[in-house]
T-cell receptor, first 114, second 117 residues
C-alpha cells in the first residue's frame, strides 16, 4: 500500500528523443506526486510535481501525465539532451499542504546519447 | 529557490568514531527535516523525521541510539552517527520543508559521503 513502483530501472535515449519514465502506486490517499532529478554525488532536486485533480502538467521540456483511475503517473522529457543524463525518482505523499514524508520509487538511470 | 546546506560533504574516519552531519536551511524556516540514507544505485531510504523542538520519529529498523538526530532550531538539524563502523558507510542526505500556506515541497541538501575505515 505504501509502495511506489517505478520503471524502467535504466533508460538509454538518443539526443532529441523523448524519455518516458513510469510510476504506479496503490494508496489512494496519496495526493502529491513530485519528480526529482539526481546527479551523481548530489542530492535530489525537485523537477516538477502534480496533484491528482490535474491530468497533465508541463514545465518546459518536462511533462507529468497523471491517470488517477489507473493510479499511474509518468514523466516525459521532450527533446532529451545529454545534460539530462541523471537518475530520476518519482515520489508520492499524503497531504498536499503538509510537510509529510515522501515515498520514493526505485529510480531510473537515464542516459542520453549525443 | 529554497536552499538546504549540508556539511561536511565528505568525511573519512576510523571505526569507532562518532561523526556529526549538519543540515541547515539557509533562507527559510524548516519546521520539518528528514534524514535519508542512500546506497549506490539505490533509492533514498528514509531514516527519520524531525520536527523542530521535538524528538525525531525513526523509521522501522533504524537504531535511534546509533543515529542521533537533533533539531534544535528552525534552521538546523544534526545527525550523529555514534561509534561508526564500516557498515555505516553510505551517502546521507537531509531534506527540509517549511511552514507556510499550500504545498510544502521537500528541498534536499547535497548529501554527505561517509566512509568508515
Amino acid at each position: 500500500q505504501q509502495q511506489v513502483k517505478q520503471s524502467p530501472q535504466s533508460l538509454i535515449v538518443q539526443k532529441g528523443g523523448i524519455s518516458i519514465i513510469n510510476c504506479a502506486y496503490e494508496n489512494t490517499a496519496f495526493d502529491y506526486f513530485p519528480w526529482y532529478q539526481q546527479f551523481p554525488g548530489k542530492g535530489p532536486a525537485l523537477l516538477i510535481a502534480i496533484r491528482p485533480d490535474v491530468s497533465e502538467k508541463k514545465e518546459g521540456r518536462f511533462t507529468i501525465s497523471f491517470n488517477k483511475s489507473a493510479k499511474q503517473f509518468s514523466l516525459h522529457i521532450m527533446d532529451s539532451q545529454p545534460g539530462d543524463s541523471a537518475t530520476y525518482f518519482c515520489a508520492a505523499r499524503k497531504g498536499w499542504n503538509q510537510g509529510g514524508k515522501l515515498i520514493f520509487g526505485q529510480g531510473t538511470e537515464l542516459s542520453v546519447k549525443p | 529557490g529554497a536552499v538546504v546546506s549540508q556539511h561536511p560533504s565528505r568525511v573519512i574516519c576510523k571505526s569507532g568514531t562518532s561523526v556529526k552531519i549538519e543540515c541547515r536551511s539557509l533562507d527559510f524556516q524548516a519546521t520539518t527535516m528528514f534524514w535519508y540514507r542512500q546506497f549506490p544505485k539505490k533509492s533514498l531510504m528514509l531514516m527519520a523525521t524531525s520536527n523542530e523542538g521535538s524528538k525525531a520519529t525513526y523509521e522501522q529498523g533504524v537504531e535511534k541510539d546509533k543515529f542521533l538526530i537533533n533539531h534544535a532550531s528552525l534552521t538546523l538539524s544534526t545527525l550523529t552517527v555514534t561509534s561508526a563502523h564500516p557498515e555505516d558507510s553510505s551517502f546521507y542526505i537531509c531534506s527540509a520543508s517549511f511552514r507556510g500556506q499550500g504545498n510544502q515541497p521537500q528541498h534536499f541538501g547535497d548529501g554527505t559521503r561517509l566512509s568508515i575505515l
